[in-house]
Each structure stands twice: as structure tokens, then as C-alpha cells.
Nanobody, 124 residues
């Protein structure tokens, strides 16, 4: 199994910044697609950032230029830098990683994991 744990959420004033972290643990061989998603009360979960294994990134227009996804391969950690935060960015933020776990001796298997989420609250 691959477990994810997000951290870095909190309360921030509008215009401020936060950096979220998503630490992965387990029998990880390779990350293939990494995403950050968010869900505000009463709304559907939405995608806010994507990174593929080759380092390509993409963002929806409502966060483009403000959010940046990155990764530290040595730490098996994915980050979301959020700048110029707005009250409408208030939500629980979830990390999702798809990849391959295992080893040559134990065999390789695809996985997809979600973290439990971290609350981000932006005050006006």
C-alpha cells in the first residue's frame, strides 16, 4: 500500500500564501501522475493542479499563475505552493498520486492513493 499524508493547511488572510505538502510512504517505485484537488462545502471536488512523470504541469484557469505544483523525488513528496490566495480558495485540499509500487523481487503493481486532506481557510 502507498499512504499519503497532506500537511501545511491553515488559516491565512486574502493575498497570503501557503505551501501544502503531500508525503508518500510505502513500497513506491515510481510516481506517474500527481494531482492536487479541493472540495469546498456543498461543492464537488475539483482539480487544481497536475504533474506528470516527465515534469509537465497543468492548471485550471482559476488558479493558473497563483498555484504551483512541484515534487521532491528523494523525499517522495509533492508540494502545492499557493500564492495570492482568495476567500474562494477555501476548501479541503487533497493529494492524489497514481504510480507503480513494488520491486523487481516482489513484482510491480499500479496504485492510486488519496490523502485524508488538509483544510485551507482564506479570510477576507
Amino acid at each position: 500500500q502507498v499512504e499519503l499524508v497532506e500537511s501545511g493547511g491553515g488559516l491565512v488572510q486574502a493575498g497570503g500564501s501557503l505551501r501544502l505538502s503531500c508525503a508518500a510512504s510505502g513500497d513506491i517505485f515510481r510516481f506517474e501522475v500527481m494531482t492536487w484537488n479541493r472540495q469546498a462545502p456543498g461543492k464537488q471536488r475539483e482539480l487544481v493542479a497536475t504533474m506528470t512523470s516527465d515534469g509537465a504541469t497543468s492548471y485550471p484557469d482559476f488558479v493558473k499563475g497563483r498555484f504551483t505544483i512541484s515534487r521532491d523525488n528523494a523525499k517522495n513528496t509533492v508540494y502545492l505552493q499557493m500564492n495570492s490566495l482568495k476567500p474562494e480558495d477555501t476548501a479541503v485540499y487533497y493529494c492524489n498520486i497514481e504510480g507503480i509500487r513494488g520491486s523487481w523481487s516482489r513484482g510491480y503493481h499500479r496504485f492510486t492513493s488519496w490523502g485524508p486532506g488538509t483544510q485551507v481557510t482564506v479570510s477576507s
